[in-house]
C-alpha cells in the first residue's frame, strides 16, 4: 500500500510539472481578445469575435495531447510499478496540471492589461490575458489519461486471454482413442485402417 501512495504521489507530482510549459504553448498559440478602453474599463472591440472560445479551444487540443501521452507513458510504466498508483497519479496529476497551464497562461500578460486600463485613454485598444470561460475543459486532461491508460490495459488484457485459450485448446490430429474420441471414450472417430475394427465392437 505504501509503495502504491508513493508511486502515486511522484506520478502526479511529475505531471503536475508538465502544466508549465503546457500554459506557456497555450500563451504562445491562442489568440488574444482585443478590449477597447472606456472609463478605466475594458469593452469587447469585436462582441462577435470568435476568440474567446479559440482559447477555450487550443487550451482543450493540448491538454487532451498531453493527456494522451500521459495515459501512454503511464500504460508502459504500469507492468514495472503497477496499476493502481499509477492509475490514481494521472488522474490527479492531470487536474493539477490543468489547473497549473490555465492560471499561469491567464497570469501572463495579466499586470499589462490592467495597467493599460489604468493608464490608457478611452478607445485604446489592449489585449487582455488567456481566460476560461468554459471551464469543464479542465478535466480534459486527466479524462483522456484515464480513458487512454485503461483502453490500453484491457487490450492488454484481452490480447492474454486470446493467446492463452489458443494455447490451451485442441490443436487437432490427436491419436486414435484419446483427443477426438466421443461418446464417452467408447468411439473413435480416426479411420480404421483397412481389414481393421479398431474399436472391436464386432465378432
Known amino acids: 500500500m505504501a509503495s502504491r501512495i508513493r508511486i502515486g504521489l511522484l506520478a502526479a507530482l511529475a505531471i503536475t510539472v508538465l502544466g508549465v510549459p503546457i500554459g506557456l504553448l497555450w500563451v504562445a498559440i491562442a489568440p488574444r481578445t482585443a478590449y477597447q478602453v472606456s472609463g478605466g474599463k475594458g469593452l ?3 462582441p462577435e469575435t470568435q476568440t474567446l472560445i479559440a482559447a ?3 487550451f482543450a487540443v493540448l491538454t487532451v495531447a498531453a493527456g494522451l501521452l500521459c495515459g501512454l507513458a503511464a500504460y508502459v510504466l ?6 493502481q498508483g499509477l492509475l490514481v497519479g494521472i488522474a490527479a496529476g492531470g487536474v493539477a496540471a490543468a489547473v497549473v497551464a ?5 497570469l501572463i500578460g ?7 486600463l489604468r493608464t490608457a485613454g478611452d478607445g485604446t485598444l489592449v489585449h487582455a490575458p488567456l481566460g476560461l470561460h468554459a471551464y469543464g475543459v479542465v478535466l480534459a486532461w486527466p479524462l483522456t489519461a484515464v480513458v487512454v491508460f485503461g483502453l490500453l490495459e ?7 486471454e486470446s493467446r492463452g485459450k489458443l494455447a490451451a485448446g485442441d490443436a487437432g490430429g490427436g491419436r486414435p482413442g484419446q483427443a477426438d474420441e466421443v461418446g464417452g471414450g467408447e468411439l473413435d472417430l480416426e479411420a480404421a485402417p483397412t481389414g481393421r475394427d479398431v474399436d472391436r465392437r464386432e465378432p
Open 102 to 106: 490555465w492560471r499561469l497562461g491567464h
Open 110 to 116: 495579466g499586470s499589462g492589461y490592467r495597467h493599460a
Open 56 to 58: 477555450d479551444g487550443w
Open 78 to 83: 504500469a507492468g514495472r510499478l503497477g496499476e
Open 154 to 160: 484491457a487490450l492488454d488484457v484481452a490480447n492474454r
Open 44 to 46: 469587447l472591440a469585436d
